[in-house]
């Protein structure tokens, strides 16, 4: 190496050496990139089924997780630092809407200080908006008197596998528009995911042929989508008006209901909050009272989407007397 009679460095070695060096950066940093994989997307759910619907469109080239648990109530959620910080990482927040989480993710969304996910950006998706219907839209004018009325209509759409389906496509759509250049992988992804549940949804609709017609008491609004699919007959809620518990004189309404009309299925999920009314009313009436998940993980054992269809269809039966 040239010295200087100084005892320095040339200024010609100096370049030399500071060349070699960044190169040496470029090579380790490359080497990093290759062992660490491409970047992810940070994908953030308000709800465990469509953090299950994501993971199944997006594959390997996601991270997700879910904001509520499917044991909780997901009209309800109590804010904790743990979700705006996954917030402020997300690149793509996908929600229910039809204000389901009006009452707690607006708020996570403005603390998280994150401006990928904020409403009208392009890491913002609506599921709502892959549906082509929406059941119990009120007409007129909506107050507190009616009790927890959605506006936009009944928010649980997801126990509809059909719907499932568009959110998924929905969901291909916005990965691929996010990250171009793994679109071939959502569009496969997705049309394995389309063949598999199409086949499940026949499977599932030839099983629950027996309970078609059969009326049933459901504590809270959120079974609609599932009846309409398959033909329940939802005859009557335990919850007075939506979020409202009976009084006495509507609980009598549904003692006589049962009763007269021999049902013989009560269905809460388990994260309602008055169960015990439930039961009180199934041993007044001798009816069976079925406490189902209504959301993937609301059960050990199910850890997707079609899990979900499985057991609730299997619990019905069961209780029906049609299954084994």
Not at 34 to 60: E, I, M, Q, T, Y
Not at 90 to 97: F, K, P, Q, R, V
Not at 200 to 222: C, D, F, N, P, R
Request: net charge neutral; charged share 20%.
């Amino acid at each position: 190496m040239p010295i200087n009679l100084k005892g320095g460095m040339t200024k010609m070695s100096f370049k030399k050496i500071f060349g070699i060096l960044l190169a040496g950066v470029f090579v380790i940093g490359a080497e990093f990139s290759a062992v660490a994989g491409p970047k992810k997307l940070n994908v953030v759910a308000s709800l465990p089924d469509l953090a299950s619907l994501a993971r199944a469109v997006g594959g390997d080239h996601i991270n997700v997780s879910s904001v509520a648990l499917g044991v909780q109530d997901p009209h309800y959620l109590e804010a904790k630092p743990s979700y705006e910080i996954n917030l402020s990482k997300a690149d793509l927040l996908i929600y229910n809407g039809l204000s389901l989480e009006i009452g707690w993710l607006p708020l996570l969304v403005q603390d998280s200080r994150n401006p990928r996910i904020i409403s009208g950006a392009k890491g913002s998706l609506c599921a709502s908006t892959a549906l082509d219907r929406i059941l119990e839209k009120p007409t007129g004018e909506v107050d507190r008197s009616m009790g927890d009325i959605h506006p936009e209509g009944n928010p649980h759409y997801l126990l509809d596998p059909r719907n499932g389906l568009k959110i998924a496509a929905l969901i291909r759509d916005k990965l691929s528009e996010l990250d171009p250049s793994n679109a071939g992988d959502y569009s496969k992804n997705y049309a394995q995911f389309e063949t598999m549940m199409n086949e499940k949804i026949k499977q599932w609709e030839s099983q629950a042929a027996a309970l078609k017609g059969m009326k049933v008491i459901t504590y809270h609004k959120e079974w609609e989508y599932f009846a309409d699919w398959l033909g329940l007959n939802i005859a009557g809620n335990v919850e007075e008006k939506p979020g409202i518990p009976p009084g006495p004189q509507h609980k009598q309404w549904l003692i006589d209901k049962i009763k007269n009309d021999r049902i013989k299925i009560i269905i809460a999920a388990n994260y309602d909050p008055s169960i015990s009314t439930a039961e009180r009313l199934a041993s007044e009436t001798g009816a069976t009272l079925l406490i189902l998940p209504a959301a993937t993980g609301g059960e050990p054992g199910i850890n997707d989407y079609p899990q979900l269809f499985d057991y609730i269809i299997s619990k019905l039966l069961q209780a029906q007397g049609g299954g084994k």
